[in-house]
Nanobody, 130 residues
Framework: QVHLVESGGGWVQTGGSLRLSCAAS????????MGWFRQAPGKEREFVAA????????YYADSVKGRFTISRDNRQNTEYLQMNNLKPDDTAVYYC???????????????????????WGQGTQVTVYS
């Protein structure tokens, strides 16, 4: 069982920045790969970014490359999503997600698929206004 707690959402003007955090706790004590997805009103949930358990590999959606940075602190089992140069199209509920500790490792071909993730946070709202 993995429990995820997100924080850091809010309102920001176009061009501004926000940093989201997601703290993970797992009974296995395993260091976990982690990802971020988002869902805007009336749209499907979409991949934003992911980072492998060791931080060696990161993956981004094309729409956020160069603006968002995913990172992690393994001592805290926490991941972060630094979001810069935010746009109104970034407005969505952002979800932290974690694959099963016993599942396959994330790869460039799988990191963006929501089916790879077994645990989800409650979501945090990000609203970008012009």
């Amino acid at each position: 069982q993995v429990h995820l707690v997100e924080s850091g959402g809010g309102w920001v003007q176009t061009g501004g920045s926000l940093r989201l955090s997601c703290a993970a706790s797992a009974r296995t004590g395993t260091t976990l790969s982690m990802g971020w997805f988002r869902q805007a009103p009336g749209k499907e949930r979409e991949f934003v970014a992911a980072i492998t358990w060791d931080g060696a590999n990161t993956y981004y959606a094309d729409s956020v490359k160069g603006r968002f940075t995913i990172s992690r602190d393994n001592r805290q089992n926490t991941e972060y999503l630094q979001m810069n140069n935010l746009k109104p199209d970034d407005t969505a509920v952002y979800y932290c997600a974690v694959p099963s500790p016993y599942g396959p490792a994330l790869t460039p071909n799988t990191a963006g698929s929501s089916s790879q993730y077994d645990y989800w946070g409650q979501g945090t709202q990000v609203t970008v206004y012009s």
